[in-house]
């Protein structure tokens, strides 16, 4: 497998070098040279195997031969250690719940499988090398916990200082060690912008090599094509194909790796009918999708915070894979329905859904539930999944203050609740960063 960038001004490069680069040369971002369909047999084989073995048959073709298929089985094993289980929380809508990792959301499955695949790769390459993330929410801590004490590698994590939830920043922020917290006076874009410069420095990077963990990183977005897999596998009759009653996924959606990971998923053979773009008032891309324009702008503060993003990164993935042969907005309408919902609407899905059924969601889950109801009525019924992104314990003050409901602390959040800080503050400035990271 060779991985070719969006833009279209890099050569191929190797699962190596596309890992370790993060952006590509051109400033496009990696994408698989090919997506090789599956076979009816192929699906009847993944319909009975659980999450690692899922991992492990579609591993070979988004991975290639690279890293052995024993090795990466093996791999796959070690960084998927915990339970992803389909809860149907009424009839026909289920919530995949991706939140039982070590750090309670999502981003623990791709970040288990990418720091233990950069480990391998950059003890190859026998240097240091210096990972940067920016995080609107959950991607640093997944992040962090993921590359935490690996030799070889540091970890410096960017989020906007005030705009994470107390328990969001504990996860990273109480490490030490190769975690570095940076807390950045301004908005995620501003993380990103910081990271994308960091990235286009030619000079730090010959003092410093870098590698990105951020969606951006093709190593963050192929392991979440599994789950899509594994969440299908586990419906009562899955599908085979998709000429039956619709089945609609919904992704809570803010930098678009989720989705665009869904979208990968359809293209190699998922028996799925649609796609929901599900936002926040950050609702850049269905705003294209209404409207035919790209526009992206600065990020608001939302109670569903991952998903204040005002520039998705992925968007560029998404535009390349439905590219071939003209324009592409039709073709993507044709599998995406894009539904944006406000503050006041998530809360009232939280304690209506509460209410009703005793399902505490998170906010990002809400957005995602609220989108999935919306389409479901749209296509006249079918079969509903929304990819339920964080434990509700992640936003336990938002959740207490809609539903009434404190929600338990897992462990994981109780180990880091009374642990010391350790932040860097600094301005939205890059030369701040640079200090940083040239000082660490």
Request: with cysteine.
């Amino acid at each position: 497998m060779r991985f070719i960038s969006t833009a279209g001004r890099t050569s191929p490069v190797t699962l190596t070098e596309a890992l370790l680069e993060g952006p590509a040369p051109d400033g496009g971002l990696f994408v698989p040279e090919r997506l090789e369909p599956l076979t009816a047999e192929d699906l009847g084989l993944l319909e009975l195997q659980p999450l690692t073995g899922i991992a492990a048959i579609l591993g070979d073709r988004l991975y290639g031969s690279e890293v052995p298929g024993r090795e990466l089985a093996a791999l796959f094993e070690d960084a998927l250690d915990f339970p992803i289980p389909l809860t149907q929380i009424e009839p026909g809508i289920h919530c995949l719940e991706l939140f039982h990792g070590p750090t309670l959301a999502f981003k623990d499955v791709a970040s288990r499988v990418m720091a233990r695949l950069m480990a391998r790769f950059a003890m190859d390459a026998g240097a240091e090398m210096t990972v940067i993330v920016a995080t609107s929410g959950d991607t640093g801590s997944a992040v962090a916990h993921a590359f935490a004490g690996v030799a070889g590698l540091r970890v410096c994590v960017l989020y906007p200082n005030g705009l994470v939830t107390e328990a969001q920043r504990r996860l990273f922020t109480t490490l030490g060690g190769n975690v570095t917290a940076v807390a950045v006076d301004g908005t995620f874009d501003d993380c990103q912008s910081l990271a994308r410069d960091a990235f286009a420095d030619g000079e730090l990077r010959q003092q410093r090599p870098l590698a990105s963990a951020n969606s951006i990183n093709i190593g963050r977005l192929l392991p979440q094509v599994f789950y899509y897999f594994h969440a299908w596998a586990q419906l009562p009759s899955p599908p085979l194909d998709d000429t039956g009653e619709p089945l609609v996924f919904s992704t809570p959606s803010g930098n678009f790796g989720n989705l665009t990971a869904g979208l990968i998923a359809k293209r190699i053979g998922l028996p799925v009918s649609r796609f929901v773009a599900a936002t926040n008032v950050n609702d850049v891309v269905p705003a294209y999708l209404r409207s035919g324009d790209y526009l992206p702008r600065g990020s608001v503060a939302t109670i569903s915070n991952a998903m204040d993003v005002g520039n998705p990164s992925n968007f560029a993935r998404i535009v390349h894979l439905y590219s071939s042969g003209g324009e592409p907005l039709e073709r993507i309408r044709r599998d995406v329905a894009g539904h944006t919902f406000d503050d006041d609407a998530t809360r009232r899905a939280m304690r209506e859904v509460h209410d009703r059924t005793g399902y505490l969601l998170d906010p990002h889950t809400a957005v995602g539930y609220l989108g999935l109801k919306a389409e479901l009525e749209a296509q006249g019924g079918g079969t509903g999944v929304v990819l339920a992104t964080a434990h509700p314990a992640k936003f336990a003050e938002t959740v207490q203050a809609t539903t009434g409901i404190e929600p338990p602390a897992p462990p994981a959040l109780e180990r880091c609740a009374h642990l010391p800080e350790r932040i860097i503050e600094i301005p939205a400035d890059y030369p701040a960063l640079r200090d940083v990271l040239l000082g660490g």
